[in-house]
């Protein structure tokens, strides 16, 4: 028992959440969501799966003086259970007590035989704002950026996924097809467009890349501006203060710095099946191609899944979107389906429940002809297994964080399975070498989350800062074709952390003006606020399916970080008419069961 006794009271002390708990306990159930929406790392010690259970608790009740699962502690602090978690939660206490306490002390000195004070190996958008905003206060800064080359050897250069193979390329293209729509209800306004209108993909191609050349540049002068040391090489751990680079060229060098920031991101996942890497794409080729994609297959059911199946078939293509389960895992589900429920009415097929087993090539082209791919998939449901010609096969099955090759175990850094890095507010274990972005575990792969969080931390080794990263209620979008934009929690999740009972969702259809003489459809746009009515009807969750629906989500996630209700949304004026104006008119509860369809404004 002391043994016993002495190892919780280690597990304790040495982790910043800990919850014990039992795998079929729904209060349980409810903690461990609750973090996970927070984007908070916890360690779970699963009593049920253990022999001395009984013994575990009774130790527990020593220590803590509860006995009762969950028992959760953060910084080594007891916090309690359940109720008590939620409790904080809902008045913010929470994310006060997740901070304090979690940085190891790591004032700025200059007075080391470093080469650098900080080296950052990545030069993507988080890496270069951590980059930029450290030199800023003075640090020595390098800056190390290295593209590896697809299998189909497609490069970039700098700025990372969002710049080059991301956000900025996808809006366009998303854009294009927009205005696809566009000229369609133009006829509508009255406008003459005569003849048939084509789209050119080389076109779009050409402007997109010439674009992100531009920034490219941009970004290599801000470096230079700021004194940052720009390296294009490869970057590898040697030990915890050493990092050599590897250029195009094969040569080698080695720098040392007093602190390390890992921000390499991370590159699509590749299925392992015959074909997949030889004749198959992902978005890190998509928007460089150079012919067109002709009559395309996309694997997977991800934001970059639905969105450039959406702009492909927007653009005029024959998409095909081959789905293994649901849609948009992680998101607010009603809305999800909604989503693909409209892509399915505007030339997204759909094949649901089906799994690829092999690609094959029938027909290389070339000199105007499209090659020829064969794909094989098996339906999970039937177990029947078909196969489809395509000209394309574009991957988007997930992606993972590129730090195979970082050599981190050198440094004493741990990586999980999956290869990100456990951190707490960016401070792995090691107390000098921190990750920021998509490299680490458990927190959302967002370029806006990225960049902020590099400049908090920069200030914070740097310039004095206090300020960390807030993970709850990051307003996001997924560029569908009809937009999809959302903050806080998707409504199952409300419904397991507060419980169904404490959730009221307001909601409405409606249908933008914009749409009316286009005669895009009735009711076709759908808003809702998730409610906690046992915390005044705070908003909890936000979600809209509109046109614009980022420009909108962005104004209002404002208000719920501080803490809105039902009743602030009621007393604000809406701008007439728009579509945003809709949640302060909001009334119908989906509890009610009346009718949302709305007729005219």
């Known amino acids: 028992m002391a043994d016993l006794k002495a190892t919780i009271e280690e597990q304790i002390k040495n982790s910043h959440v800990l919850i014990y708990s039992k795998s079929t306990c729904p209060f349980c159930i409810r903690v461990k969501k609750l973090f996970s929406v927070q984007y908070v790392s916890f360690t779970a010690v699963e009593l049920d799966t253990l022999d001395n259970a009984s013994q575990y608790q009774d130790n527990l009740e020593q220590i803590s003086g509860q006995r009762t699962v969950p028992n959760v502690f953060i910084n080594g602090k007891h916090i309690g259970g359940c109720d008590a978690v939620v409790r904080l939660y809902s008045t913010g206490e929470l994310a006060k007590l997740l901070v304090k306490g979690t940085q190891e002390k790591d004032p700025f000195n200059k007075d080391h035989t470093y080469d650098y004070d900080l080296i950052v190996i990545g030069g993507g958008s988080g890496g270069l704002a951590c980059s930029k905003e450290a030199a800023s206060q003075g640090a020595r800064v390098a800056c190390l950026d290295y593209v590896k080359p697809t299998p189909l050897d497609t490069q970039w250069g700098l700025g990372g996924t969002c710049v080059n193979v991301g956000c900025v390329p996808k809006k366009l293209m998303h854009q294009a097809a927009l205005l696809g729509h566009a000229i369609e209800d133009a006829k509508q306004y009255g406008w003459e467009v005569s003849g048939d209108v084509g789209h050119k993909w080389s076109t779009l191609v050409e402007a997109v890349q010439a674009h992100i050349g531009s920034l490219n540049w941009g970004y290599r002068v801000a470096l230079r501006d700021k004194n940052v040391k720009y390296i294009n090489g490869l970057g590898s751990f040697q030990d915890a203060h050493t990092i050599k680079h590897i250029n195009k060229r094969g040569k080698e060098a080695v720098i040392t710095a007093a602190r390390i920031v890992v921000a390499v991101g991370g590159r699509p996942r590749y299925p392992d099946i015959p074909g997949a890497r030889e004749y198959c794409i992902t978005s890190d080729d998509l928007f460089s191609m150079p012919t067109s994609p002709g009559k395309?297959?996309?694997?997977?059911?991800?934001?970059?899944?639905?969105?450039?199946?959406?702009?492909?078939?927007?653009?005029?293509?024959?998409?095909?979107?081959?789905?293994?389960?649901?849609?948009?895992?992680?998101?607010?589900?009603?809305?999800?389906?909604?989503?693909?429920?409209?892509?399915?009415?505007?030339?997204?097929?759909?094949?649901?429940?089906?799994?690829?087993?092999?690609?094959?090539?029938?027909?290389?082209?070339?000199?105007?002809?499209?090659?020829?791919?064969?794909?094989?998939?098996?339906?999970?449901?039937?177990?029947?297994?078909?196969?489809?010609?395509?000209?394309?096969?574009?991957?988007?099955?997930?992606?993972?964080?590129?730090?195979?090759?970082?050599?981190?175990?050198?440094?004493?850094?741990?990586?999980?399975?999956?290869?990100?890095?456990?951190?707490?507010?960016?401070?792995?274990?090691?107390?000098?070498?921190?990750?920021?972005?998509?490299?680490?575990?458990?927190?959302?792969?967002?370029?806006?989350?990225?960049?902020?969080?590099?400049?908090?931390?920069?200030?914070?080794?740097?310039?004095?800062?206090?300020?960390?990263?807030?993970?709850?209620?990051?307003?996001?979008?997924?560029?569908?074709?009809?937009?999809?934009?959302?903050?806080?929690?998707?409504?199952?999740?409300?419904?397991?952390?507060?419980?169904?009972?404490?959730?009221?969702?307001?909601?409405?259809?409606?249908?933008?003006?914009?749409?009316?003489?286009?005669?895009?459809?009735?009711?076709?746009?759908?808003?809702?606020?998730?409610?906690n009515k046992a915390d005044n009807e705070r908003v909890v969750g936000f979600h809209v399916l509109s046109p614009n629906s980022g420009e909108i989500t962005q104004g209002y996630d404002i208000a719920i970080r501080m803490g809105a209700t039902k009743d602030d949304f009621d007393a604000t004026i809406g701008i007439h008419p728009t579509c945003s104006e809709n949640f302060t008119t909001l009334y119908v509860t989906k509890s009610s069961g009346a009718d949302v369809k709305t007729a005219g404004c």
């Open 296 to 531: 395309t297959l996309v694997i997977g059911a991800s934001y970059v899944a639905l969105e450039c199946a959406g702009f492909l078939a927007g653009i005029g293509f024959d998409v095909t979107c081959m789905v293994r389960s649901i849609l948009l895992r992680g998101f607010d589900q009603q809305m999800a389906e909604m989503a693909g429920e409209w892509m399915a009415e505007h030339k997204v097929k759909f094949q649901r429940k089906c799994v690829p087993t092999k690609v094959e090539l029938i027909e290389k082209g070339g000199d105007g002809k499209p090659q020829r791919l064969r794909v094989e998939y098996k339906n999970n449901e039937t177990g029947q297994v078909s196969s489809e010609e395509f000209n394309t096969v574009m991957l988007a099955v997930g992606r993972d964080p590129d730090t195979k090759l970082l050599g981190l175990d050198k440094a004493g850094v741990e990586l999980s399975k999956s290869g990100h890095i456990s951190a707490v507010y960016e401070q792995t274990k090691v107390p000098h070498i921190y990750a920021i972005g998509d490299v680490l575990q458990s927190k959302q792969e967002l370029t806006p989350v990225a960049i902020q969080a590099g400049k908090l931390l920069a200030k914070r080794l740097f310039g004095g800062g206090s300020s960390y990263t807030d993970h709850v209620n990051v307003a996001t979008t997924v560029f569908t074709p009809l937009e999809f934009g959302t903050i806080g929690l998707a409504e199952e999740d409300a419904e397991t952390i507060f419980g169904k009972q404490n959730i009221e969702v307001y909601h409405s259809y409606f249908t933008p003006l914009e749409f009316t003489v286009a005669k895009r459809g009735d009711n076709s746009c759908y808003g809702k606020l998730i409610c």
